[in-house]
T-cell receptor, first 112, second 117 residues
Framework: AQSVAQPEDQVNVAEGNPLTVKCTYS??????LFWYVQYPNRGLQFLLK??????LVKGSYGFEAEFNKSQTSFHLKKPSALVSDSALYFC??????????FGTGTRLQVFP | EAGVVQSPRYKIIEKKQPVAFWCNPI?????LYWYRQNLGQGPELLIR????????DSQLPKDRFSAERLKGVDSTLKIQPAELGDSAVYLC???????????????FGPGTRLTVL
C-alpha cells in the first residue's frame, strides 16, 4: 500500500535560515508526490508536485523539493525562511485510484 | 479564477442531529473529492466523484453518511445522525482528472469545521 511518513512533528528555524521539512514515501510503481501547506482555519494550499523528470521541483512561495529515488524521499526546502512560512505542511502520495494519501503533517515554526 | 467554495465554514450541532455540507468545485473540474481531517492528522478520503458518478466510496461510513453530486457540479455531504466522533474538518477538493490516468493537482476548499456536542 502507498504511504508517506513525516518523521518530525515540528521543525523550528530562525528567519533567514534555510529550512527542510522531511518526507519519505513507500509506493509500488512510479510515485506521484505532493506538498501542501495549511494555515490556521484554512484549507490545504498546493505548493508543488513531482510526477516525472527533473528531481528538483520548484513550487510556490519560493519552496522547492528534491525527489530522491534511492532514499525514497521528497524533502521540502526553502533557502531563506520567512516568519509567514509558519504553518502546517503535509506531504502526500497519489495512489492508483487517484486518492491522496497524506502524512501526519509537520508544523513549521519560523522565529524572528 | 474562483477556488473551491464550501459552506458553512463552521457548524456546531448536538449528537443525533443531522448536518449537511455543501461544495462548489472549481469551474470545469469534473472530479470532486470529500476528505475528513481529524485533529492532528492528515486528511482522509471519504468519497470521490467523476462527474455525477461516485467512483470510490469505500471509506464512506454508509450507515450515517451520504453524498450526492447532482448534475456533476455541486456536491452535498450529509451526516444523519451525527455522533461525537464525527467532529472534524470536512474538506472538499476538485481536479480535472479522469479515472486511473491522472497526474492533475487536487485543489482544496477552506473546509467546514464540525463540532458535535
Amino acid at each position: 500500500a502507498q504511504s508517506v511518513a513525516q518523521p518530525e512533528d515540528q521543525v523550528n528555524v530562525a528567519e533567514g535560515n534555510p529550512l527542510t521539512v522531511k518526507c519519505t514515501y513507500s509506493v509500488s510503481g512510479n510515485p506521484y508526490l505532493f506538498w501542501y501547506v495549511q494555515y490556521p482555519n484554512r484549507g490545504l494550499q498546493f505548493l508543488l508536485k513531482y510526477i516525472t523528470g527533473d528531481n528538483l521541483v520548484k513550487g510556490s512561495y519560493g519552496f522547492e523539493a528534491e525527489f530522491n529515488k534511492s532514499q525514497t524521499s521528497f524533502h521540502l526546502k526553502k533557502p531563506s525562511a520567512l516568519v509567514s512560512d509558519s504553518a502546517l505542511y503535509f506531504c502526500a502520495v497519489r495512489d492508483r485510484t487517484d486518492k491522496l494519501i497524506f502524512g501526519t503533517g509537520t508544523r513549521l515554526q519560523v522565529f524572528p | 479564477e474562483a477556488g473551491v467554495v464550501q459552506s458553512p465554514r463552521y457548524k456546531i450541532i448536538e449528537k443525533k442531529q443531522p448536518v449537511a455540507f455543501w461544495c462548489n468545485p472549481i469551474s470545469g473540474h469534473n472530479t470532486l473529492y470529500w476528505y475528513r481531517q481529524n485533529l492532528g492528522q492528515g486528511p482522509e478520503l471519504l468519497i470521490r466523484y467523476e462527474n455525477e458518478e461516485a467512483v470510490d466510496d469505500s471509506q464512506l461510513p454508509k450507515d450515517r453518511f451520504s453524498a450526492e453530486r447532482l448534475k456533476g457540479v455541486d456536491s452535498t455531504l450529509k451526516i444523519q445522525p451525527a455522533e461525537l466522533g464525527d467532529s472534524a474538518v470536512y474538506l472538499c477538493a476538485s481536479s480535472s482528472s479522469h479515472w486511473g490516468a491522472s497526474t492533475d493537482t487536487q485543489y482544496f476548499g477552506p473546509g467546514t469545521r464540525l463540532t458535535v456536542l
